[in-house]
Nanobody, 114 residues
Framework: QVQLVESGGGLVQAGGSLRLSCAAS????????LGWYRQAPGKEREMVAS???????NYADSVKGRFAISRDNAKNTVYLQMNSLKPEDTAVYYC????????WGQGTQVTVSS
């Protein structure tokens, strides 16, 4: 049984930083592609960043240069470092693990005030 638990969300002023964490249970973390997604009110869920087993990363254009995804296979944890936050980054952030099927966390709220 795979479970993903996000943490680190909160309220921050524009220009500030947050670091999200997503801890996974189970034994397939190290061989899975991992990603962070977000969903703002009234909008569709969108990909923010992803990282493969080979540490290749991919970012949405809107966050390039501001966000960084990383993974620690020894801790079964994926991180999202978010810098220079903007009000438009406000959303519920979800982590996803992909190996033959998708596994999702419950999400963590990030609110950026102007």
């Amino acid at each position: 049984q795979v479970q993903l638990v996000e943490s680190g969300g909160g309220l921050v002023q524009a220009g500030g930083s947050l670091r999200l964490s997503c801890a996974a249970s189970g034994s397939i973390f190290s061989i899975s592609t991992l990603g962070w997604y977000r969903q703002a009110p009234g909008k569709e869920r969108e990909m923010v960043a992803s990282i493969t087993t080979g540490m290749s990363t991919n970012y949405a254009d809107s966050v390039k240069g501001r966000f960084a995804i990383s993974r620690d296979n020894a801790k079964n944890t994926v991180y999202l470092q978010m810098n220079s936050l903007k009000p438009e980054d406000t959303a519920v952030y979800y982590c996803k693990m992909l190996l033959f099927r998708e596994y999702w966390g419950q999400g963590t709220q990030v609110t950026v005030s102007s």
